[in-house]
């Protein structure tokens, strides 16, 4: 027996309305997943950048090895925020130290002090810290053991945007012996910010990366960097 017309189309009816109800909660949930993960990575973004407001200080030191963040350095100079730019030296293998040696080849902050130079900062205010360096811990450390015999009240440490936050942490406990006021630059030549660091696929693997560098340095390296010493230079 034939079903009558009208409860034939009453089911198709019925089918095309629960997916234009599944389509519309699909929708829905994907507006706000999207808007969840937006959030989400924008806090992640926060937690890696971190910038000071900008002071007179003693000194400037510029982390290695970008050269936007020796140009940004450069213009702080220039603009009369300290009278020092502070570089340091990091590790080469044995190949490329007797390229070196050798004046095959130029070290990395021989070209990053020659960059300054060029900019405008005067050559005898440029100090390049002698020991060589492997990470930020260590830049941070040797530059807390330069300061402690030196009449250093006040630092500005420039580096990329998503590496201020870490950089900020490290240079606190290295410091945290000395009465040194530490202000953090993000160099403005950096296109990473925080609201939109997942919009491309280069700062968004290099924010990943820099998040799992900071979980690494709060939970290990920072625990284990010993700050430097009182000195007797900072308490006059």
């Known amino acids: 027996m034939n079903m009558p017309e009208e409860k034939q189309i ?7 309305r629960g997916w234009r109800l599944l389509a519309a909660a699909l929708l829905v949930l994907s507006v706000g997943s999207y808007a969840a993960s937006t959030s989400v990575l924008t806090a992640i973004g926060e937690q890696l950048i971190h910038a000071d407001a900008m002071q007179r200080a003693d ?3 510029v982390l290695a090895p970008f050269l936007d963040r020796v140009m940004e350095a450069a213009d702080l100079y220039r603009q009369g925020y300290a009278p020092i730019v502070i570089l340091t030296r990091g590790q080469r293998d044995p190949a490329e130290q007797e390229l070196i040696d050798r004046g095959i080849v130029e070290s990395l902050e021989e070209r990053r002090r020659r960059t300054l130079v060029a900019l405008g900062v005067a050559a005898d205010g440029i100090v390049v810290l002698e020991p060589l360096v492997d990470s930020t811990a260590d830049e941070a450390r040797s530059f807390a053991e330069w300061a402690r015999v030196h009449s250093i009240r006040r630092v500005i440490v420039v580096t990329s945007p998503l590496h201020t936050g870490r950089s900020r942490l490290t240079f606190m406990r290295a410091l945290e012996n000395l009465p040194i006021d530490l202000i953090v630059r993000p160099s403005s030549r950096n296109p990473f910010r925080s609201d939109t660091w997942w919009h491309r696929r280069d700062t968004f693997r290099d924010g990943l990366i820099e998040f799992q560098k900071l ?3 709060r939970l290990v390296e920072l625990p284990r960097l010993a700050p430097a010493a009182p000195s007797a230079a900072h308490t006059s």
């Open 215 to 217: 979980i690494y340095y």
């Open 10 to 16: 009453r089911p198709a009816r019925l089918r095309h």
């Open 59 to 61: 000194a400037i030191i």
